[in-house]
T-cell receptor
Framework: AQSVTQLDSHVSVSEGTPVLLRCNYSSSYSPSLFWYVQHPNKGLQLLLK??????LVKGINGFEAEFKKSETSFHLTKPSAHMSDAAEYFCGLNQAGTALIFGKGTTLSVSS | EAQVTQNPRYLITVTGKKLTVTCSQN?????MSWYRQDPGLGLRQIYYSMNVEVTDKGDVPEGYKVSRKEKRNFPLILESPSPNQTSLYFCASTFLPDRGQTGELFFGEGSRLTVL
């Protein structure tokens, strides 16, 4: 069965420091993987997606993620956090064209 | 503008009073889905539809119904709402590429439902 595990429910960083949000997955086949961001009282917005092309994926707002099959991971990173990055982040997995399942989310707090 | 539109955005209702949350997309997407979001549980899929007249259960379908009579619309029906269905609901849609995997999901802005 496929699953997504976001390893941290809450991450706190200072403005200007790196961000790391961790996501592990379980899948029988090569999955498509996604990161979405949700700002307060808003819907979800796609940050980036991996669909079996380059393993290092660049997204919007300076975020990127690296697909590591050997570690079944798809961690999201950003070199320098900005206050506007404070939001909830969801890692998602799609396999075989059916459901897109999500992890439980990671809340990112950014302090000045 | 490409979008997924949900209505109502906010609703307070009472136990047992049937309600429908509408969802409409203007991108000609084959795939549509409903999720509920609850604190600490993330997003859980309720139902999804691969095309007109094709629907299937997600992880938490109990207490919900859906229909897909037209490609653009995918309403979520709560026949007899209960307090445990108080939640934030999201509708989403995407295209289905030839190889069968879904593309990125486009989400509506959410519908916050409170059942008293």
């Amino acid at each position: 069965a496929q699953s997504v595990t976001q390893l941290d429910s809450h991450v706190s960083v200072s403005e200007g420091t790196p961000v790391l949000l961790r996501c592990n997955y379980s899948s029988s086949y090569s999955p498509s993987l996604f990161w979405y961001v949700q700002h307060p009282n808003k819907g979800l917005q796609l940050l980036l997606k991996y669909t079996s092309a380059a393993t290092l994926v660049k997204g919007i707002n300076g975020f990127e993620a690296e697909f590591k099959k050997s570690e079944t991971s798809f961690h999201l990173t950003k070199p320098s956090a900005h206050m506007s990055d404070a939001a909830e982040y969801f890692c998602g997995l799609n396999q075989a064209g059916t459901a897109l399942i999500f992890g439980k989310g990671t809340t990112l707090s950014v302090s000045s | 503008e490409a979008q997924v539109t949900q209505n109502p955005r906010y609703l307070i209702t009472v136990t047992g009073k049937k309600l429908t949350v509408t969802c409409s997309q203007n991108m000609n997407h084959e795939y549509m889905s409903w999720y509920r979001q609850d604190p600490g549980l993330g997003l859980r899929q309720i139902y999804y539809s691969m095309n007109v007249e094709v629907t299937d259960k997600g992880d938490v379908p109990e207490g919900y119904k859906v229909s897909r009579k037209e490609k653009r619309n995918f309403p979520l029906i709560l026949e007899s709402p209960s307090p445990n269905q108080t939640s934030l609901y999201f509708c989403a849609s995407t295209f289905l590429p030839d190889r069968g995997q879904t593309g990125e999901l486009f989400f509506g802005e959410g519908s916050r439902l409170t059942v008293l």
